[in-house]
């Protein structure tokens, strides 16, 4: 059974060498969604895939990591890059350009690495993520599945290598959650309240 929860942040990026030179020159701005989809051929204890509650956690927390935030690529100018971190408190750099596919492999990085640190509370079991689609715009978007996010075609995502600026940090509900991420730490799912 494949399940869907829909995440909705604004960001700005610029993505460089594409061939619009509104988008790969000027800063702009998306109202992204984010469907994060789900599957496993069993039921939990309340009957569901899982709880869509339970994904309001940790999921939610390192997706709105990018609302009202600048996206940077770590191979852009360096002035830029400094100037960007000098007057935005929100900020992430990532290995790669902005684009909406690459939004997509990152995102499904951050989210199976959530889903394979997780302690299941309720009976979850194999419960596997299918894909990740970023809606960049109304009419265009990516889905990505795990082949895409860990294609050394497409170019090799660590985790370690995505930053995340301190203020970033401080908003997140469990302020060591990307640390435990990055170190194969357990993640408690607590009961939805």
């Not at 927390?61 to 690529?73: G, P, Q």
């Not at 960049?136 to 294609?151: I, P, V």
């Not at 469990?174 to 009961?191: A, C």
Request: net charge negative.
């Amino acid at each position: 059974m494949l399940i869907r929860k829909l995440f909705k942040f604004e960001n700005a990026h610029i993505v460089r060498d594409c061939s619009t030179q509104r988008c790969s020159e000027n800063i702009h701005g998306h109202s992204y969604q984010i469907e994060v989809l789900l599957e496993s051929n069993y039921l939990d204890d309340g009957q569901m895939v899982y709880d869509f509650g339970l994904t309001k956690q940790s999921i939610k927390d390192m997706i709105d990591s990018f609302d009202h935030a600048i996206t940077l690529w770590s191979q852009d100018d360096a002035e830029y890059i400094k100037a960007m971190k000098k007057h935005s408190q929100r900020w992430i750099e990532l290995p790669v350009s902005p684009s909406a596919e690459q939004f997509c492999r990152v995102i499904y990085l951050i989210v199976e690495r959530i889903l394979e640190l997780t302690n299941m509370q309720n009976g979850e079991k194999e419960v596997n993520l299918n894909s990740i689609i970023v809606h960049e715009t109304q009419t265009g978007y990516a889905q990505g599945f795990a082949k895409d996010a860990h294609s050394p075609l497409m170019g090799l995502i660590e985790l370690e290598d995505i930053k995340f600026s301190a203020q970033i940090q401080k908003e997140w509900k469990d302020i060591g959650l990307w640390d435990k991420l990055l170190n194969n730490m357990e993640i408690v799912n607590p009961r939805v309240v």
